[in-house]
């Protein structure tokens, strides 16, 4: 596993009402990009359904080792809440589409699907667990207001398990539900009430409350195939109530200047170039002027149409996933990295000061200390790009253990 080292920095795009603090993640061996694979959020080229603004919008995701069943568990909560209306169901291989993906049998892009319960709507994302694609997981985590933590009975906490629930903890994922997913492949009940016990004492080392979180036992493949009720169907049911009662609906910024990380671009055929990402502060509307900054572009130009999961919207508000139509614009123009706000809001940095966090040897860090010219790969919100470490002259530099 790459060496990696986590920072909290003040904003390199900083302005008007700007958040103090943003979250850059370094990683000292980043694997290469993959090829972006079109992901379900982007705009239609036929006119959609309005979305209707009826019930309080969170963002969730599901986190966790490779091939413990997070794009499975996906897919069984889209089928189930299809049944009632409360989705579109969304196969296994419809949600890990690319071609490598299907290939290889693993997430690789963090992928977007949109269901609702009876209290709230959800716009969920699949994150990667592989550790070659830990930039992707980090890209799908970000805009997170909870997560949903898949651990498989049959392996216990991996790996990444650790890595991804140290990652959110840093990145300010506050709330966490846990699914210990392929109970059907253990006999064991004692086994899996370790399984229990161990993820629990985990949360409780990364600075969750792992006592109070909810853990619920089940498998993803028996609700996909609709067998054994208790494991399968009521399983998905409770994590569902899990996450409704769990995770509360946070406050949204909305009255400063809007600001969105763009994650990825399309060109709509008939319609023209389009940027997909979660709307970190603010309000949208379409018609509004909007500028892209970052990667040495200032480009300005106005938002035409706005699109949340195929569902048109006149106004997008701070938390929502969303699909903006630009003017004048070809796809090559802009890539994912970029932010789009408000004209004159923010202003790039080539320098920030920085509050460190080193990870240890054992959370998979470095062996070796730094110094300064020290050149890493930074990581914020949707972008990367190397950066180099200078520590401030005349002053001796120790770290302490906790």
């Keep these: 596993m790459a060496a990696t080292t986590l920072l909290r920095t003040t904003p390199l795009f900083s302005g008007l009402g700007a958040s103090p603090t943003s979250v850059l993640q370094v990683l000292l061996r980043p694997p290469k990009a993959p090829a972006l694979s079109l992901l379900s959020r982007g705009l239609a080229v036929e006119a959609k359904k309005i979305y209707v603004r009826d019930k309080p919008h969170v963002n969730v995701g599901t986190i966790g080792h490779v091939d413990h069943g997070k794009t499975t568990l996906t897919a069984a909560i889209t089928k189930i809440l299809a049944e009632g209306g409360g989705a579109k169901y969304k196969k296994y291989e419809e949600i890990d589409n690319a071609p490598e993906e299907r290939a290889r049998g693993i997430t690789i892009n963090a992928a977007h699907v949109e269901y609702s319960t009876a209290a709230r709507h959800y716009a969920h994302t699949d994150c990667p667990g592989h550790a070659d694609y830990v930039k992707n997981m980090i890209t799908g985590t970000a805009p997170l207001d909870g997560c949903i933590l898949v651990v498989a009975a049959n392996d216990g906490p991996m790996p990444q398990t650790r890595e991804h629930l140290l990652l959110a903890k840093q990145i ?217 470490v200078i520590l401030p002259p005349g002053k001796v530099w120790w770290v302490w253990r906790t």
């Design 172 to 388: 300010g994922v506050e709330h966490v539900v846990v699914y210990v997913n392929k109970a059907d492949a253990v006999q064991d009940s004692e086994m899996v009430e370790l399984v229990e016990l161990e993820i629990r004492e985990l949360l409780t080392e990364f600075g969750y409350k792992g006592e109070e979180t909810p853990v619920i036992i089940g498998s993803a493949l028996c609700a996909l195939e609709q067998r054994d009720p208790e494991l399968g169907l009521k399983s998905v049911q409770k994590l569902l109530d899990a996450v409704d009662t769990h995770i509360p609906v946070p406050t949204r910024d909305l009255e400063k200047p809007f600001l969105l990380p763009v994650e990825s671009v399309y060109s709509i055929p008939g319609r023209g170039t389009v940027v997909t990402g979660t709307l970190e502060r603010g309000i949208l509307k379409k018609g509004d002027e909007c500028e892209f900054l970052g990667h040495n572009k200032n480009i300005r130009t106005v938002v035409t149409g706005i699109e949340m999961f195929h569902k048109s919207l006149e106004r997008a508000e701070a938390g929502d996933n969303l699909g903006a139509l630009v003017r004048g614009l070809k796809r090559e123009d802009l890539r994912r990295g970029l932010v789009m706000a408000k004209p004159g809001s923010i202003q790039p940095h080539q320098k920030v000061e920085a509050q460190v966090y080193i990870l240890s040897k054992e959370e998979g860090g470095r062996h070796k200390p730094f110094v300064s010219h020290f050149m890493p790969v930074m990581f914020s919100l949707t972008w990367d790009m190397a950066c180099r």
